[in-house]
Structures are given as structure tokens and as C-alpha cells.
């Protein structure tokens, strides 16, 4: 393996774990509120939830791709307060991996969430712990494996996210590059061996990821 | 204590919670079949769940108040809650779940000392232990003091003892009982069973479909209940629709499936009443020309035995089905069996006259 195909195997490693951690506070929060709390319009944002799970990535890449560009909404208020360029950085990468493992996490958290006795929960506040005391001191241990393995799970999609990262962060060598991205690129110039050479990471930190997640969602506490 | 309930209005699966009741005893239980809307009672009094309207007050405070959309948050009530399942934290060990309702610094009320509570409810050898160690007895302890070393200034019990067996029921009452008195607490026991109201409540609030049926004393309503649904709700065992035959000095003859029968009479009401005899104020007797100041002496065949923990559940054929509850020992001595002729006594007052 070169150096450079190294700094491809770190850079993928990296932001998919920084994704991962990223939206862990905002998919726990959503987790949380679908699995505890009935609102009407609730179906709409499970469903939207989901969506970046079954919605051809590259469409989702190309939502991203006009809501980040410098005149889209958010990528323009970006620009023009924060002086942050999105599109076709290492942050777009970011962002496109986020979006696309957010999904996962959720899901798992949500069922881990619901799987809590409620009336732990309460009796909890009875002893006179407020919401977010009861959340860190009882829900959120009871549903650790749920969440870790859910985390896990995020992290493993995120290394083989492909089509919305294109869409949003080009492939820049050196700067966007990610793994799929690398594969795909080596094996459209024809160079075979490389393109093994990261095959064979990519499985094997996809096998180490999904057989953490398997253990942390399957084996329940007596 | 006293807790005002006032206006309450819950709509639950088959019916609507509707209750207007006062409760000032040290110990009241919540008395009612399972399905009566109890449990959802303690959780409206605790703040865990909403109702459509409510007025709730306890020593004065207003806990809720949904006419000015009111409603201090569970952790801020200082209502202690023991739920049927207990709810014990199974990540935390014993120690961690006595500990997790004790606020930092000394705001805990003294009168909850740990070693205090630990050695009221016998629970010093647990403590290093890990919840799922626990037996059910044992657990119910922990619970127990759990809900004490918060320094609640009430105590919600619901079932304590439903999911016990008989002996273990039996060893855990005393331990209620010993928190009644040490801690001096204001309690509000849910409970189906009337031996458990009986052992531990001075007041009684007879619950069924939602609707308060009676308030009252123990006693009082065990003896008298209000009307014959109460009667069969606090399980009087011999429950027989009768005529009043005659009433002469404050006593009413009674006809019971042509059984005539004496007992104090009602206070108005109708000739047509509902014989109510508790097993306990059944007496059974070998001979019958012993010569007693018992007014009703009947002869009785014993239909079956039926065991219930230390008692012995005795169904009697006296003309019309009549129960009988004696000690185990007592069945033993009198070597009670099924097909026998025996001679069951009740006195006048055992045998309550409830229009219908």
C-alpha cells in the first residue's frame, strides 16, 4: 500500500467515525422523541427519517448538492455569514455521510429506546430525578447495546457510502477521496491491483464494524 | 395527611375515571377488582400521567389544578411510588437503586436516615448485591426503602403484596406495618385483597368501573357496606337475597331460602334484602346442644374445603350457601370434612342487612 492509499483508508476511517459522532446528540434526540412522545404529523418525520435509507443516494447527493451549493439556502446563508464553502470539501463528504447513516442510528436507538420499561422512567421521577437525569441515569444505560450497535451500524454505512459523497464532494485525491470512491475511480483507469488493495480494507473494516454491531444488537442483558 | 381529590376525570379503555373523594387517615387503601382504574389513580395522584380535568391537594399544597392548568412536574411532588412491578433499575446494584432518590447535601429529612431505613426494612445484607440476586420478598424491600430514602411525604403502594405468595405475603405485611409506624408516613395502598386492607389501612375508599362506591373505616365499610355491590366487591363471603319478616326490639327476622335468620335491623328501607355474612363471624361447632348466647344456631352439611394461606375457606349447604373462614388448625381439631353435618353459629350483629 502506497502513502497514498493510506490517506485514503484514514480519511474514510475518519470522517466516518466524526460523522458518526456527529449526529449521535441529534440521533439520539430524534430516537428519543419518536419512541416516548405521540404527535399528530408524526408518521411525516418517521418517514423522512427514513427516506435517505431507500431514496437512490445520489438523488439524496443532489438535494444536498442544491440546499449546500453557494446559492442554495443553507449553503449560501453558509458562505455569506460564516465564510464556509461546503461543496466539493472534505465537509461535504461530512455532510453526505451523515445524512445517509443518520437513518440507521435512529432506528436502532428508537427500538432500543422503546424496549426501556416506561415505568422505570417514571418511578425514576417519583424519586425526584428530573427528565434529563432520568434520560443519562436509566434510559440511555438500558439502551446502550441498542445505541452502540446502532452507532456501529451508522459507521459501517458511512465507509461505503458512495453515490450521494460524488454527487457533493467530487473525488478529489487528496481532499474528497474516499474509499468507494478510490475503487471506483482505480477500477474505470484500469488499475486492478490498487483497486484490490483497498477492496480488501474496505472489507475488512466493514466486517469489523457490522460484527460489533451484531454483537451489541444481539446479545440482550438477563 | 389529607389529600383532596377533586373533579378528576379520566377516560380509560372500557370506562371513565370519576372520582371526588377526601382522604385525612394515616393509611388508606384503595380498594377494588382489578380493572377498577386504581393504579391509574396513583399515577393522576404521582403527576405520571394527565387526566382530562383534576383536582389534587395534598396537606394544602396544589399538586394539580387543570382548570388553571396547574401541574407540578413528579420530581418535584415528593411522592413516593412503589409500583406493582416494583421497577427496580436492574443496571444498578441495590446500593445505587437505594441511593438514586437521595438528594445531595442534607436536604434528606433525618427521620430517613440510611442505616435507619435499612434496619426498619432488614435490608443491610443486600445491599452489595445486584438486583437480579434479589428473591421477590427481598426485592419488595428494596423497593420499600427506595421510596423512603427520597423522603417522600406519601407513600403510593400499589398491590404490595399481589405478587407474593401466602407466606411470603404474610411476612411482608409486617414490614408495612413497621413502616406505618416508624416513619409515621401518610400511605395510600392500592389492593384487591381484603385481608391486606384489613392488616394495614384505617380508611377505605371502595373503587370499581372508575367510581368511588364508598368511603369509610375499614371496619365500617367491611361491616357495612353501602350497598350490595360494595358487599361483593370487600368479599363478604355469604351474600343471599332475603325477606325481612318481621322487625321486634331492633330485631329483624330474616327469611333465607325459608332459613329464618335474626339480625340487628336496617335502619329503613324495604323487606327485600341482601343477607351479608363475613366468613370470620361464622362459627363452627361440633355439638349441637351446647347452649350459647348465639341467636342463629344452623344445621349445616360441609360441602368442601378450600385453604387459603393461614385460613381454611369452609362452604357450608345451611339451606342456602354459607361460607365459613376458620384457622387451619381449628378445621384440624374439628376434623372438618366434606358430607359432614355440622352446627355453623352466627351471632345477630355478624349478619348485615343491606336493602335491595
Given at each position: 500500500m502506497t502513502a497514498e492509499e493510506w490517506q485514503i483508508v484514514w480519511f474514510t476511517a475518519w470522517v466516518s467515525a466524526l460523522s458518526t459522532v456527529i449526529i449521535l446528540p441529534f440521533g439520539l434526540a430524534l430516537a428519543w422523541v419518536l419512541a416516548r412522545r405521540d404527535w399528530p404529523g408524526k408518521s411525516i418525520v418517521e418517514t423522512f427519517v427514513t427516506l435517505p435509507l431507500v431514496m437512490p443516494p445520489v438523488a439524496t447527493g443532489l438535494i444536498l448538492l442544491k440546499l449546500f451549493g453557494r446559492r442554495g439556502a443553507l449553503g449560501g446563508f453558509l458562505h455569506d455569514q460564516l465564510h464556509l464553502d461546503v461543496i466539493f470539501t472534505w465537509r461535504a463528504v461530512l455532510l453526505a455521510l451523515s445524512v445517509m447513516s443518520m437513518p440507521l442510528l435512529v432506528r436502532a436507538a428508537r427500538v432500543a429506546f422503546e424496549e426501556v420499561n416506561p415505568r422505570l422512567e417514571q418511578i425514576a421521577r417519583t424519586l425526584g430525578a428530573g427528565g434529563l437525569r432520568v434520560f443519562f441515569t436509566v434510559t440511555l444505560p438500558l439502551a446502550a447495546r441498542g445505541v452502540i450497535g446502532g452507532m456501529l451500524l451508522a459507521f459501517a454505512r458511512a465507509l461505503g457510502e458512495f453515490g450521494a459523497t460524488i454527487m457533493v464532494a467530487?473525488?478529489?485525491?487528496?481532499?474528497?477521496?474516499?474509499l468507494s470512491l478510490a475503487i471506483f475511480e482505480n477500477v474505470q483507469l484500469g488499475d486492478d491491483p490498487r483497486a484490490f488493495r483497498l477492496l480488501g480494507v474496505s472489507v475488512i473494516l466493514a466486517f469489523t464494524a457490522v460484527w460489533c454491531s451484531e454483537f451489541f444488537l444481539r446479545r440482550k442483558k438477563p | 395527611m389529607s389529600l383532596l381529590l377533586k373533579n378528576i376525570s379520566l377516560p380509560l379503555a372500557d370506562f371513565t375515571l370519576e372520582v371526588e373523594v377526601e382522604m385525612h387517615r394515616h393509611v388508606t387503601a384503595i380498594f377494588?377488582?382489578?380493572?377498577?382504574?386504581k393504579t391509574s389513580l396513583l399515577d393522576l395522584i404521582a403527576g405520571l400521567r394527565a387526566a382530562r380535568s383534576a383536582f389534587i391537594q395534598l396537606d394544602g399544597n396544589v399538586l394539580t389544578d387543570s382548570a388553571k392548568h396547574f401541574f407540578v412536574a413528579p420530581h418535584q411532588r415528593g411522592i413516593g411510588y412503589v409500583p406493582q412491578d416494583l421497577a427496580l433499575f436492574p443496571h444498578l446494584s441495590v446500593r445505587r437503586n437505594l441511593l438514586y432518590g437521595r438528594k445531595s447535601g442534607?436536604?434528606?429529612?433525618?427521620?430517613?436516615r440510611f442505616e435507619h431505613v435499612a434496619e426498619v426494612l432488614e435490608i443491610q445484607p443486600l445491599v452489595a448485591r445486584g438486583v437480579t440476586e434479589l428473591s421477590g420478598g427481598e426485592k419488595q424491600r428494596v423497593a420499600l426503602a427506595r421510596a423512603l430514602l427520597a423522603s417522600p411525604r406519601l407513600l403510593l403502594l400499589d398491590e404490595?403484596?399481589?405478587?407474593?405468595?401466602a407466606p411470603l405475603k404474610a411476612k411482608i405485611i409486617p414490614y408495612l406495618a413497621r413502616v406505618r409506624d416508624e416513619f409515621r408516613i401518610p400511605m395510600l395502598c392500592v389492593t384487591h385483597d381484603r385481608f391486606e386492607a384489613l392488616a394495614l389501612a384505617d380508611e377505605i375508599v371502595v373503587l370499581q368501573d372508575g367510581k368511588v362506591r364508598q368511603t369509610g373505616l375499614v371496619s365500617e365499610v367491611f361491616t357495612r357496606p353501602a350497598n350490595a355491590e360494595v358487599a361483593r366487591l370487600v368479599a363478604v363471603e355469604t351474600l343471599q337475597p332475603g325477606t325481612i319478616m318481621g322487625v321486634n326490639d331492633g330485631l329483624a327476622t330474616v327469611s333465607v331460602n325459608r332459613i329464618t335468620l335474626t339480625a340487628l335491623a336496617p335502619?329503613?328501607?324495604?323487606?327485600?334484602v341482601f343477607v351479608c355474612i363475613r366468613g370470620e363471624d361464622v362459627i363452627l361447632q361440633r355439638d349441637p346442644t351446647v347452649t350459647s348466647s348465639v341467636r342463629n344456631r344452623l344445621s349445616a352439611r360441609v360441602v368442601a374445603l378450600c385453604p387459603e394461606g393461614a385460613l381454611v375457606r369452609v362452604e357450608l349447604d345451611a339451606g342456602f350457601p354459607l361460607f365459613a373462614l376458620v384457622t387451619r388448625a381449628a378445621c384440624t381439631e374439628l376434623a372438618l370434612r366434606a358430607g359432614e353435618t355440622i352446627t355453623a353459629l352466627i351471632k345477630a350483629p355478624g349478619i348485615h342487612l343491606v336493602p335491595r
Open positions: 467530487g473525488n478529489i485525491p487528496g481532499k474528497t477521496s474516499t | 377494588g377488582p382489578s380493572g377498577a382504574g442534607g436536604a434528606n429529612d433525618p427521620a430517613f404490595p403484596l399481589a405478587s407474593l405468595d335502619a329503613a328501607g324495604s323487606r327485600e
